[in-house]
């Protein structure tokens, strides 16, 4: 049983965790609502643009959170990505809003309109009280997942320490759309790496609000639930809420996009129109998936507007949102998507051998790609589920509903038929490229709330207009049916909550030492960089390491070495006679890391097909043993 003690300072670090992500969300929320009045001010016959609270929270904190990283990304070309301007801009963008929400109060009336429901339909309390559980434990956990702590997290406190825009060799993907890593940069001068995992789950959540609310507007509140329920199948998309990635983030915007784009055509308020554009640039640059969604949206835009001049400038404002990262990797490399298209834009810091290396990993993943297995890919989900580099839980239930959804689709709206094509097309490309689990979570709310309304419109269709999702009239019989509905639903989320929660429990330790023990399980670099750390021939380095990039984070100077890049593990090996990758011997080695400037070695003891190290009694010769744990040796070369 903990003691009281461990409790008391667990209660404070959650305390002032929850108050830190409460504080952001505020910030977030408030800009939101200013901006929404400011937009909507020329135009009072709109009214309030949200016909739910949880559209009217979903577009406001969207808003609010595409703010925050523009202003971000002015503050990092100007230099000034530090402590005292990130405070000060984020207070300025706080009083002003609060400012012009004083003097034009009815902005704000406008946002409390969208909350004024009667006391049936704030029992949709429920079912957002259970999708949020399965993230309140996980993001509290210590920082983990590959690639926060090999590129995400180090960017960001790379960012800080340069104090704006830097190129890191040492990192991966050093020129890439960074706007979420920028707005963890921020986060990480205050509650660290928790605060940017809080972030992350906050904008998964987001996205399933969204999709629940337009769901809900469509069909009612059951039909949000079976929505939000289709997304959770992915076991990978609330696994994801434990690490800083930005695969939310761009799942949020290119969500939001579409969302608008849906709410424009509905109502033709103009602002959603161009709200729609500017979520699809912050969108491109978060990820460079999310620019694959800029071209459908601007055909949806020409479509639905039958307005070319209007779709022009739909396309000008996402291409000044977005373009930033690419216009920087362009200036900087020759090549505006580095390190991909190096065959035509030439090779910078990456080599040929590099980029082929990495496609060949991408498209490692899933199943043989023919039709067969196109056709098949609701069973694959099951029976080859290791297969896609992540967990896909029931997600092939979700897949194979999709498609019959898309025989459906005679019947449905002509928004939610576009809908329906793009996440096939979609669907289609990342089966034909590179079937990673965590690539295709950028559709799936799009994918669940198509999903669910081509259902609910075909059968409500067939019943001659009757709502399959009926709840809110007990003399109909159709009530009874949204019941059952109702009922599988919440009975789902809540076992998710609670598979979740239990799945994480071990994941959030009660003390400061029990999270050292836990960091300790879990990598073999915590130790060594620890003890490197602690070292002062070592100092802030250069380290180089071979086959533990979560090094990066844990050491707080310079850590080299990866499978790509100008300081790729091949560089220090050879071919042996297994045939395999091997670490040159202790001479050879100690040659080259001397010339090189390199202060240590950090390497992983268990040799595997990839890459294997020399028995580490063989490096004593030239190299001293600082450290030497089950899984790994810390080295430090002798002069």
């Known amino acids: 049983m903990p003691e009281i003690p461990g409790i008391l300072e667990t209660l404070g670090i959650l305390a002032g965790n929850y108050a830190w992500l409460f504080a952001w969300l505020v910030t977030c929320l408030v800009p939101g609502v200013a901006c929404w009045g400011v937009i909507t001010k020329s135009d009072r016959s709109l009214g309030s643009p949200w016909p739910n609270p949880e559209l009217a929270l979903f577009f406001t904190i969207s808003t609010g959170l595409a703010i925050q990283i523009i202003l971000l990304i002015v503050l990092a070309v100007g230099g000034l990505l530090s402590a005292v301007p990130i405070m000060v801009t984020l207070s300025g963008l706080m009083l002003g809003s609060l400012v012009s929400l004083k003097l034009k109060p009815v902005f704000w009336n406008r946002f409390i309109e969208a909350f004024r429901c009667s006391s049936s339909e704030w029992l949709t309390v429920l079912p957002i009280l259970l999708l949020i559980l399965p993230w309140v434990l996980r993001p509290l956990g210590p920082p983990i997942g590959t690639d926060a702590l090999t590129y995400h997290l180090p960017y960001a406190r790379f960012y800080l320490e340069h104090g704006g825009l830097a190129v890191n060799e040492t990192l991966r993907y050093p020129l890439h759309t960074h706007n979420i890593n920028l707005l963890y940069a921020a986060a990480s001068l205050h509650s660290g790496a928790v605060l940017a995992q809080m972030m992350h789950a906050s904008m998964g959540v987001l996205a399933l609000l969204g999709v629940y609310g337009v769901s809900r507007h469509w069909h009612g509140w059951v039909s949000g639930v079976l929505t939000v329920v289709g997304v959770l199948l992915f076991r990978e998309f609330v696994r994801s809420f434990g690490y800083a990635y930005v695969g939310n983030g761009v799942i949020l915007f290119v969500t939001a996009a579409f969302l608008s784009m849906v709410l424009w055509v509905e109502t033709r308020n103009r602002w959603l129109f161009w709200l729609s554009a500017f979520f699809a640039g912050i969108a491109m640059g978060i990820k460079y998936q999310g620019a694959f969604f800029t071209i459908p949206l601007g055909l949806m835009a020409l479509w639905f507007s039958r307005d070319l001049k209007l779709t022009v ?114 669907l289609i490309f990342w089966f034909s490229t590179s079937q990673v689990i965590r690539y295709l979570l950028l559709i799936t709310p799009l994918m669940s709330l198509c999903t669910i309304t081509a259902f609910a419109e075909s059968i409500s269709r067939l019943r001659y207009g009757q709502k399959v999702f009926e709840f809110g009239n007990s003399q109909k019989p159709e009530f009874y049916t949204g019941k059952v509905f109702l009922a599988f639903g919440l009975i789902l989320l809540a076992w998710f909550a609670f598979n979740t929660i239990r799945m994480d429990r071990h994941r959030v330790p009660l003390t400061k030492q029990q999270q050292t023990e836990y960091l300790r399980k879990e990598f073999p670099a915590y130790d060594l960089m620890n003890a490197a750390a602690s070292d002062t021939r070592i100092g802030n380095g250069p380290i180089l390491q071979f086959r533990v990039p979560e090094a990066k984070y844990f050491f707080p100077g310079s850590v080299y070495g990866d499978w790509m ?26 040659r080259q890391v001397t010339k090189e400037g390199f202060t240590a070695v950090v390497m992983r003891k268990n040799p595997d097909i990839q890459f294997s190290p020399q028995p580490i009694k063989s490096y004593r010769e030239h190299f001293e043993i600082k450290l030497e744990t089950d899984d790994g040796v810390l080295m430090i070369p002798l002069h």
């Open 313 to 426: 400038k739909f396309a000008l404002l996402t291409s000044v949102t977005g373009i930033f990262w690419y216009a920087h990797s362009w200036l900087v490399s020759g090549n505006p998507v580095h390190p991909f298209a190096g065959e035509i834009f030439g090779y910078y810091i990456w080599t040929a051998e590099d980029l082929v290396g990495q496609m060949h990993e991408l498209k490692s993943h899933g199943v043989d790609k023919g039709l067969v297995n196109f056709l098949l890919l609701p069973e694959r989900m099951f029976s080859a589920r290791n297969s896609f580099n992540g967990y896909t839980g029931n997600g092939g239930v979700l897949i194979g509903a999709f498609m019959l959804s898309c025989l459906l689709i005679y019947w449905q709206k002509p928004i939610v038929k576009a809908m329906q094509l793009i996440c096939l097309v979609y």
């Open 565 to 590: 890049g100008p300081y790729t593990y091949k560089r220090y090996g050879h071919v042996g006679l297994s045939g395999h990758w091997e670490i040159n011997d202790s001479e050879t080695l100690h």
